[in-house]
């Protein structure tokens, strides 16, 4: 059973930053790909970013080009780094690991509990 547990949301403005944390409690995370999802009221969970072991990486293209996911294997942990953040952007964002990947959230075996990210315009 992997435990997933986020950090690093908040607010922000516009145009500002914001880094999230995924910190895994299995030791083997480094087998499961990791994603990012974000979810709204009323709508799907939203793919984000995802990363596997081998430090490749994919995004949606909402994202492409503002958003970095890496991982750091000795902290067990995973990053999203949000750019040039926009007010759609808000969102509460949750992390995930996954046997296989993927950009479903069925794809996806173990959550977090998210981490609330809100921007202003």
């Known amino acids: 059973q992997v435990q997933l547990v986020e950090s690093g949301g908040g607010l922000a403005q516009a145009g500002g930053s914001l880094r999230l944390s995924c910190a895994a409690s299995?030791?083997?995370?480094?087998?499961?790909?990791m994603g990012w999802f974000r979810h709204t009221p009323g709508n799907e969970r939203e793919f984000v970013a995802r990363?596997?072991?081998?430090?490749?990486?994919f995004y949606a293209d909402s994202v492409k080009g503002r958003f970095t996911i890496s991982g750091d294997g000795a902290k067990n942990t995973v990053y999203l780094q949000m750019n040039s953040l926009k007010p759609e952007d808000t969102a509460n964002y949750y992390c995930?690991?996954?046997?296989?990947?993927?950009?479903?959230?069925?794809?996806?075996?173990?959550w977090g509990q998210g981490t609330q990210v809100t921007v202003s315009s």
């Open positions: 995930a690991a996954s046997l296989i990947g993927g950009t479903s959230s069925q794809d996806y075996d173990y």
């Open positions: 299995e030791r083997s995370f480094s087998y499961y790909v």
């Open positions: 990363i596997t072991w081998t430090g490749a990486t």
